[in-house]
Each structure stands twice: as C-alpha cells, then as structure tokens.
Nanobody, 123 residues
Framework: QVHLVESGGGLVEAGGSLRLSCAAS???????MGWFRQAPGKEREFVAA????????SYADSVKGRFTITRGNAKNTVYLQMNSLKPEDTAVYYC?????????????????WGQGTQVTVSS
C-alpha cells in the first residue's frame, strides 16, 4: 500500500518561511512528486512538481520565485521550501506522487496523495 505523509505545516506571519516535507512508503517504481494546495471554498490547485531525477521542476506562477521544490537523496522524499509567505498561501498542502517522467502540473498525473498539512499565514 502506498502511503504519503506530509509534515512541516503550521502558523507563520506574513513574510515568514516554512519548509514542508513529504515521505512516501510502499512506492513501486519511479515516481514524479508534486505539491498541491486547497484553500477553504477553493478548488485544489497546483503548486510545484519535480521529476524523478530532480532535474526538472515546475511552479505555479503564484509561487514562482518564492517556493522551491527539491527531492531528498532518497527519491521517495520531497521538500517544499516556502519563503515570503502571503496570507493567500493559506491552505492545506498535499503531497502527491505519480508514475510520470516529468514535473507535471496536472493533477490527473498523480495517483497517490497524502492527507495534507495545514499552512496558515497571518496578515
């Protein structure tokens, strides 16, 4: 059974930083990994993704230049460094994995999802 667990969320002042982590277990094969988020009353949206090799990344325009996605030495681990946080970044952040060979921004390319970690940015 594939299991993804996010951690690192919390409450932070605007302009602050957080680092999210995601660890996956039960993964068979090579997976791209990404981060999505969902704010109350909003649809889930793409945040960032990284290819299996770590050599390719993609970001939503809203976070480009502020967020950085990286893979750990073990490719079943992914991080999201979030800097210059804004109140509109407040959301539940979900880690996702998929059997794709690109840093895909499409939710349909990810078959496995974590339960999410809450990020709250105060104004």
């Amino acid at each position: 059974q594939v299991h993804l667990v996010e951690s690192g969320g919390g409450l932070v002042e605007a302009g602050g930083s957080l680092r999210l982590s995601c660890a996956a277990s039960g993964i068979i094969g090579i997976y791209a990994m990404g981060w999505f988020r969902q704010a109350p009353g909003k649809e889930r949206e793409f945040v960032a993704a990284v290819s299996w090799s770590g050599g390719r990344t993609s970001y939503a325009d809203s976070v480009k230049g502020r967020f950085t996605i990286t893979r750990g030495n073990a490719k079943n681990t992914v991080y999201l460094q979030m800097n210059s946080l804004k109140p509109e970044d407040t959301a539940v952040y979900y880690c996702a994995g998929g059997r794709v060979n690109t840093a895909s921004y499409q939710e349909q390319d990810y078959a496995y999802w974590g339960q999410g970690t809450q990020v709250t940015v105060s104004s």
